[in-house]
């Protein structure tokens, strides 16, 4: 996760508060449909929260007041339905435009060429990446001032106050320097706003002792809501949306109900105070979103599917571990894999690799838990471009490696990606605040259910999202 996190840190940079790329064609006014519920929207998504920590935090003795009074003041789910794969990236797509993957065409964390069979190192960033129209948008259409921290996918989005969070090889958790986290020589000088210029020099960044003992995911989210805190208070946004990767970070690198994870999200929830304050002094009447993109399921061996293909014949490689050829080639998404096969059409073909693969997870202790057919896949909106999904059994997660034996230690602890129907990967919201009904439990909603609903609360109609307004918590 820490590689997922400098690589999306480092490479754009030159995405700071006002976009440095230009901008799509500007969309037709969106005038209110409704009555409007709130003036001013706060989304917070803690990636990795899943519904079975949150729904049982008393019992895991977790220390999260914040969220919890939001909780006990509003209303929540109790199941959220993640994507496929449930990753970072292709979640928070669906969060903003509340449609699948295969609508929105963000299909997983790292772009994946099937023509050449290769995935690409850098990850999705970029906005005008994500096909079709997003809640920022929307509210921007509105009129509505509209801001982001550390969001996800928001490189060169058209938003008034856009802060992706990046930081180069310097930044580091022993320095307590916020210009290197949010400027250094990747910033083009000439799109550097008077609000940067003075959220830089302002008094909430300066040196904290206690910072240094933080790890330097934690680090990242103080500064986020620090960030996030100044522009309530100074811009007053009507719609605010920030990411916080800390505790997922923690799991993935000490395992679930860890120590280290468990401190991660209790400093989130002093993140979550800090926003809540923030509100509070600028005297605005918000209502809160705090949501996860998905849960994490335990991982102590890692499968590589592309091995197996080696052996039988349908994939060749070089002298230094590169594919060279290949009728068949598996993308690892963490704990599910995507099959391509070359020949798409040749369904004979197709039938054979599935019947490999059937067979191997009928093994005993396979590392196979399900066999994730083409229609089943498309139903979740996965890629449509894979012939059919593997799905990891339990402790597994899936390499694209080729070299070595099928199966090794894992180098992570817990991880993502699995079927959104697997209990641990439920994620979970809570809706609070303003507008919001007090009390109310939904036992099961979708992560496409969350753009429709803030554009309801707005007085606004998404009319592309495929999910529902969750009517039943709003006043």
Do not use: C
Request: glycine share 6%; proline share 5%; aromatic share 10%.
């Amino acid at each position: 996760m820490t590689k997922f996190i400098r690589i999306y840190s480092l490479l754009f940079l030159s995405s700071l508060f006002f976009s440095a790329y230009p901008q799509q064609p500007e969309k037709k006014e969106a005038k209110p449909k409704y009555e409007k519920v709130s003036s001013h929207v706060i989304l917070i998504t803690i990636s990795g929260l899943g519904a079975i920590e949150l729904n049982d935090s008393e019992i895991n003795k977790l220390r999260l007041p914040s969220i919890l009074t939001l909780r006990d003041r509003g209303s929540r789910a109790l199941s959220v339905e993640s994507t496929y794969p449930s990753q970072v990236m292709p979640a928070h797509a669906t969060i903003a435009t509340g449609t699948l993957p295969s609508d929105h065409g963000i299909t997983s964390d790292y772009p994946f060429n099937e023509k050449l069979g290769t995935q690409s190192p850098e990850p999705f960033i970029l906005t005008k990446d994500v096909k079709g129209d997003t809640i920022w948008e929307l509210a921007k259409r509105a009129r509505l001032t509209t801001a982001a921290v550390g969001y996800p996918l928001t490189a060169g989005a058209a938003l008034d106050f856009n802060l992706p969070v990046f930081f180069d090889s310097s930044f580091s958790s022993e320095t307590n320097s916020v210009h290197q986290l949010f400027s250094n020589q990747y910033v083009y000088p000439q799109i550097l706003s008077d609000q940067l210029s003075a959220l830089l020099k302002s008094d909430i960044f300066k040196p904290n002792e206690k910072l240094k003992d933080l790890s330097l995911e934690l680090k990242i989210d103080h500064y986020k809501a620090l960030a996030a805190a100044y522009l309530l208070e100074k811009n007053r946004p009507n719609l605010l949306l920030i990411n916080f990767q800390s505790f997922s970070s923690a799991e993935r690198r000490y395992g679930h109900g860890s120590r280290e994870a468990s401190s991660a999200l209790e400093s989130i929830d002093e993140e979550v105070k800090r926003i809540i304050d923030s509100t509070e002094r600028a005297g605005l009447a918000a209502t809160f979103l705090i949501l996860s993109d998905f849960g994490s399921m335990r991982t102590e061996q890692i499968f590589k599917p592309n091995v197996l293909l080696e052996k039988k014949g349908w994939l060749t490689t070089g002298h230094q571990g590169q594919i060279t050829s290949w009728r068949v080639i598996v993308q690892a998404l963490g704990g599910s894999a995507a099959v391509f096969v070359k020949d798409n059409e040749n369904q004979q073909f197709i039938e054979e690799v599935e019947k490999f693969f059937r067979d191997f997870h009928e093994k005993p202790d396979s590392p196979i838990w399900r066999i994730v057919q083409r229609y089943e896949a498309s139903k979740l909106g996965a890629d449509a471009r894979a012939a059919f999904y593997l799905d990891a059994a339990p402790n597994f997660a899936f390499s694209s490696g080729v070299k070595g034996g099928r199966t090794d230690a894992s180098p992570e602890r817990a991880g993502n990606g699995y079927l959104p129907s697997r209990a641990e990967i439920r994620a979970s919201l809570i809706i609070s605040g303003k507008g919001i009904t007090q009390g109310e439990k939904i036992n099961y909603i979708r992560l496409i259910d969350i753009a429709p609903t803030i554009a309801r609360l707005f007085g606004l109609e998404m009319r592309t999202a495929r999910g529902r307004v969750l009517s039943e918590v709003i006043e």
